[in-house]
């Protein structure tokens, strides 16, 4: 089963959408990106689990909304999860209508904290096919795939369309896996974490299969002076 992990671009003159990582959410005037750290465990998870992964940053990758669709319908996922924000959700809404409409075999997932406060608001207002609740995604899309695939028993949270299932939380899981530290043919570097700010150069990650992980070693180094937090990357994709 192919999985691809996006963020399709918003057509906006308000700046740069910052939705991962950030539970405030906001446009950047100056384009800044956010490590998605969830998600990147979401990835490796899935990706340790045997399936096949994509990765597609569309805003990251600063392409506009009709390539990042066409090279969406290109790919064709069984499976697509994206992240949204309350400011952000109805856009959303009409992007996951779009991507319905062009590909009509690929089920979407929607994640975020607005999901977990108005799940079926979403589910009225667009074509989604499965919500995830609760900050846990990073487990619950390797077990929704697993339901998919081999007929696993769901956790808790997960609403499914046209279903009308309750369910009781999971318990938490031991985290025994890293996150995606990088992608094929792209590096890290730069990285500054500075008065909670994280300012990055060009080391986004590109619309491609992820590689596996755990990495061989860490790429990402973290040092602190002075109350501010360095990241830098020390590594290309092997």
């Not at 750290?37 to 597609?56: C, D, F, I």
């Not at 989604?128 to 007929?151: A, C, E, H, P, Q």
């Amino acid at each position: 089963m192919k999985v691809v992990i996006g963020y399709p671009p918003i057509d906006t003159n308000k700046g740069t959408p910052l939705l991962s990582q950030n539970r405030q959410f906001q446009y950047f005037n100056s384009p800044t990106y956010i490590y998605p750290m969830v998600p990147a465990y979401a990835a490796s998870l899935a990706k340790q689990n045997g399936y096949e992964v994509v990765w597609m940053d569309g805003i990251a990758e600063k392409k506009t909304y009709s390539i990042w669709l066409s090279e969406l319908m290109q790919e064709a996922p069984d499976l697509l999860l994206l992240e949204t924000k309350s400011p952000v959700v109805k856009k959303h809404w009409k992007i996951i209508n779009e991507i319905k409409a062009n590909l009509p075999n690929t089920s979407v997932v929607l994640v975020g904290d607005h999901m977990s406060f108005y799940p079926k608001e979403s589910m009225d207002g667009c074509k989604v096919d499965y919500i995830i609740t609760g900050g846990d995604y990073d487990f619950m899309l390797t077990d929704l795939l697993n339901s998919l695939t081999k007929g696993a028993e769901l956790p808790g949270g997960i609403w499914l369309r046209n279903k009308d299932i309750k369910v009781k939380l999971g318990t938490a899981q031991k985290r025994t896996y890293f996150p995606a530290r990088w992608f094929k043919n792209t590096t890290w570097m730069n990285c500054r974490l500075l008065t909670g700010t994280l300012h990055t150069g060009s080391c986004m990650p590109t619309k491609t299969a992820i590689t596996n992980t755990p990495p061989a070693r860490t790429c990402i180094q973290a040092g602190i002076a002075g109350g501010a937090v360095a990241l830098s990357a020390c590594g290309t994709t092997p």
